[in-house]
């Protein structure tokens, strides 16, 4: 799911996924994973970032290991045909 809005020259993006699935094989666990992001723009630049969390998906039952989960965070400018980003 995602949604996009443009108000005079500021811009805004929301993003959402998620999946699920069940493992096939009986040691491991089912799969359930979600991620989240927005980004802001204005005049060139833009701002971003994520957040998403895979729980114990996929994972040996007997493996003792934590939740697995990320971020993402980014930034950027434009100009013309010449851009230049950082991301983490």
């Given at each position: 799911?995602?949604?996009t809005?443009?108000?005079?020259?500021?811009g805004?993006?929301?993003?959402?996924?998620?999946?699920?699935?069940?493992?096939?094989?009986?040691?491991?666990?089912?799969?359930m994973?979600w991620?989240?992001?927005a980004?802001v723009?204005y005049m060139?630049?833009?701002?971003?970032?994520?957040y998403?969390?895979w729980?114990?998906?996929l994972?040996?039952?007997?493996?003792?290991?934590?939740?697995?989960?990320?971020?993402?965070?980014?930034?950027?400018?434009?100009?013309?045909p010449?851009?230049?980003?950082?991301?983490?």
């Amino acid at each position: 799911v995602n949604w996009t809005g443009q108000w005079d020259q500021i811009g805004l993006g929301l993003a959402a996924t998620a999946e699920r699935g069940d493992a096939e094989a009986a040691d491991y666990e089912d799969l359930m994973a979600w991620n989240i992001g927005a980004k802001v723009t204005y005049m060139g630049f833009a701002v971003a970032g994520s957040y998403g969390d895979w729980s114990d998906s996929l994972r040996l039952n007997s493996a003792n290991l934590d939740d697995s989960d990320y971020w993402t965070v980014g930034a950027s400018y434009e100009t013309g045909p010449f851009g230049v980003s950082v991301t983490y």
